[in-house]
């Protein structure tokens, strides 16, 4: 708070992602973020907490506290702590806090939101809140970002394949929580998946949801019953079958079941001769639940996806001779079949590959299975069996596997990927270079233009200058900046916290259809 010059009454501060250049996207990325989670830390963090550990506790514990905390990192009596002190006496937080409307997409260095202080004597909250506000906005709007990327990477392949566009509201899974940095944080990434996909193992996320996007009424998102490694092992590798029989056939009669496949060998479960073609007859006879859905999904969780999924596309050839491996290379085959075995033709030699590991476990299933074919000639399995995918999932890695399954005659549809940690947790503040700094400020009644523009910087640092509007364009936000406290009264930025009161609260609903280019 010293720090400041003698006669500061106004901090004005502004959050903007300044750069994509680290984000692992696909090359068609139209460099937009999505504005996510700003409700959600507004109401947990700036009410419910300050009141709960700061406002609503008696005066000289937090002082105290406060004291006793400055005094052991800073050395005694070096910090005044006599405006957290008035602090309490307000018994709120006075700052306004204006961002974009949740599930726009707003472009790179365009701010999401700003902070401003609404009484003089508390111009020091404004960049006081940055490291919170920091830590607390970056991940969801982030995930929210990457998800909807995977959501249209998804719908490009439906369109082209032919598949049911509802099915994508499901085909994009959260399998993030174990792998990410704590179940709040878990909470929070996992809602911003949540706006472009229903399917989710994140439960915290659809509470969150309930609890500060008012989903209450909404459905959020869901699951199926799924195995994992400790119950496929406990039953024995001797009687591997056993175990999936009895789950398919006992345990869930009815329904979706996800079962995982790989403990041992996964082309022994879906394979030619494996439990998926023993237990055919079973898995065709499940009942369907209330929603009509009798699929037994089964699950590899190791190794090359593409090839796992999609397997090889293979040409048969009249002999292994160089100049049939040189035609089929050309017409663009990486293995080969002569006279029923398999050859990988994608290295010097042809190496031999037994038949599952060829056809990949699609073309295996359907083999046994059958299935249909959409109306744009690609070929969907059966409606009793699927896979699912959700070992180090990335978009790059989502799109080679869409892009060899249709080049194998499937339906993207096929398939639903399990989004982990890899791609949600495999993020920092710095993929879209997010960063909270004062813009303006006002010193002995006298407003003040900041900004930051280092000659050591590329331009990535420079920083928006005095205050702020920004203006929806067309399909894009635009910022403009040195603008006059009435112009900076409109704009795009809409107040969501003032004075320690949600203002404009929105819905889950709402933002999901804001997100898609839906009316709201």
């Known amino acids: 708070i010293r720090q400041y010059p003698p006669g500061t009454t106004f901090v004005y501060s502004n959050l903007t992602c300044r750069s994509d250049r680290l984000a692992k996207l696909l090359p068609d990325f139209d460099h937009k973020v999505v504005s996510f989670g700003i409700q959600g830390v507004c109401k947990w963090l700036l009410r419910d907490t300050w009141n709960r550990e700061f406002f609503q506790r008696p005066k000289a514990e937090v002082v105290e506290r406060y004291t006793r905390r400055m005094d052991s990192s800073l050395g005694k009596g070096a910090v005044d702590v006599s405006h957290i002190a008035a602090l309490h006496d307000l018994g709120y937080l006075p700052v306004l806090v204006k961002a974009l409307p949740e599930g726009s997409r707003g472009n790179i260095r365009v701010p999401l939101f700003t902070i401003q202080n609404t009484i003089p004597e508390f111009y020091w909250l404004s960049n006081y809140l940055e490291t919170q506000l920091s830590a607390e906005l970056w991940k969801p709007s982030t995930t929210a970002t990457v998800a909807y990327e995977y959501r249209r990477l998804l719908e490009r392949y439906a369109r082209e394949t032919g598949a049911p566009p509802e099915f994508v509201d499901w085909q994009g899974h959260d399998f993030s929580p174990r792998g990410m940095s704590g179940i709040h944080a878990s909470a929070q990434s996992g809602a911003g998946h949540l706006l472009s996909f229903l399917g989710t193992a994140s439960i915290h996320s659809i509470d969150y949801l309930e609890d500060y996007y008012g989903a209450a009424g909404t459905f959020v998102g869901g699951s199926v019953p799924a195995t994992e490694h400790s119950v496929m092992c406990m039953g024995g590798m001797d009687d591997e079958f056993e175990t999936f029989r009895r789950l398919i056939e006992d345990v ?144 790059e890695r989502a799109q080679a596997i869409l892009a060899g399954m249709k080049a194998k005659g499937f339906a993207s549809s096929n398939m639903v990927f399990g989004i982990g940690s890899f791609t949600y947790q495999y993020c920092t503040r710095d993929t879209f270079g997010s960063a909270v700094k004062a813009t303006y400020g006002v010193v002995g009644g006298v407003g003040r233009p900041l900004f930051k523009d280092p000659k050591t910087d590329g331009g990535t640092k420079k920083s928006a200058k005095g205050l702020l509007r920004v203006e929806k364009e067309g399909d894009d936000f635009v910022l403009h900046e040195m603008q006059t406290p009435e112009q900076e009264n409109g704009g795009a930025l809409r107040p969501v916290f003032r004075d320690g009161k949600i203002e404009n609260e929105e819905t889950l609903a709402t933002i999901r259809r804001r997100l898609r280019g839906e009316a709201v």
């Not at 030619?272 to 929603?291: E, T, Y």
């Not at 033709?345 to 295996?364: F, Q, R």
């Not at 059958?370 to 180090?392: A, F, M, P, Q």
């Open 252 to 395: 869930y009669p009815s329904g979706i079941v996800s079962i995982v496949s790989d403990t041992w060998d996964f082309w022994g479960v879906v394979g030619h001769g494996g439990f998926a073609q023993r237990l055919k007859d079973k898995i065709l006879a499940r009942r369907p639940d209330a929603m009509g859905m009798a699929k037994t999904v089964f699950r590899p969780d190791s190794g090359d996806p593409v090839r796992i999924i999609c397997g090889y596309h293979y040409a048969d050839v009249p002999s292994l001779d160089a100049g049939a491996i040189a035609s089929a290379r050309k017409a663009g085959h990486d293995a080969v079949r002569h006279q029923g075995r398999y050859f990988a033709i994608d290295g010097d030699d042809p190496v031999p590959l037994t038949e599952n590991e060829a056809k990949g476990s699609l073309e295996c299933l359907h083999d046994i299975f059958g299935g249909t074919v959409t109306t744009k000639g690609y070929k969907v399995l059966n409606e009793r069996v699927g896979l699912i995918y959700g070992d180090s999932i990335t978009l």
